[in-house]
């Protein structure tokens, strides 16, 4: 079946720094990714929507200057979390859309952020 | 806007109980229904899905019916077993927009 890796799967920073976040799909091409983020006991939440060659839509109250999405390529989306501070910590979990798929989504293994 | 409402968890049962995992939703029009699964260190898997009043999904012993009337999608299997042990979300989407998740439901089940 088809495949989405996430990078990393988890990681540990220091507050001000920036971290990147991959999510590839593997085995397909991927029109639409998708950027949830989970606080713990909570629901996943949609940060963010990204096509392929255009800026990404962020749901309101998601800071597009603090959460840059690139979708540079059909495989690849990345997402930047700078000048990252404790409250970013969170889970990171995206998801890709299969090119004319309708609704099949794929989702990555997440990455649990910490910022310290 | 749209919604999922779950049931509170963490859900404990013994190795062959019944599974019921509550599952109700608020939207416009006739959305799409889905369970999706994620084991412990894994990314979350479609189980099964619904996509109109009265289909029920299915898949690995679990079930859910998509119920217009209630507005609801309960998760139901006859018999668990250790390797179910999970978290669990309904979700919706409209579509083939992004999913709206329910917040998730832990099972734990032990032998």
């Known amino acids: 079946g088809a495949v989405v890796s996430q990078h990393p799967s988890w990681v540990i920073c220091k507050s001000g720094t920036s971290v990147k976040i991959e999510c590839r799909s593997l085995d397909f091409q991927a ?28 749901e309101q109250g998601v800071e597009k200057d603090k959460f840059l999405i690139n979708h540079a390529s059909l495989t690849l989306s990345t997402l930047t979390v700078t000048s990252a501070h404790p409250e970013d910590s969170s889970f990171y979990i995206c998801s890709a859309r299969e090119g004319g ?15 310290l | 806007g749209d919604s999922v409402t779950q049931m509170e968890g963490p859900v404990t049962l013994s190795e062959e109980a019944f599974l019921t995992i509550n599952c109700t939703y608020t939207a416009t029009g006739y959305p799409s229904l889905f369970w999706y699964v994620q084991y412990p260190g894994e990314g979350l898997q479609l189980l099964l899905k619904a996509t109109k009043a009265d289909d029920k999904g299915s898949n690995k012993g679990f079930e ?12 139901e299997k006859g018999s668990v077993q250790v390797s179910d042990s999970a978290v669990y979300f309904c979700a919706l989407n409209q579509a083939g927009t992004a999913l709206i998740f329910g917040k998730g439901t832990t099972l734990s089940v032990s032998s």
């Open chain 1, 101 to 115: 798929k309708g609704e099949k989504l794929f989702f990555g293994s997440g990455t649990q952020l910490s910022v």
């Open chain 1, 31 to 58: 029109t639409t990714m998708f950027w949830y983020r989970q606080f713990p006991k909570q629901s996943l939440m949609l940060m963010a929507t990204s096509n392929e060659g255009s800026k990404a839509t962020y």
């Open chain 2, 64 to 75: 859910a019916t998509y119920r217009k009337e209630t507005t609801s999608f309960h998760l």
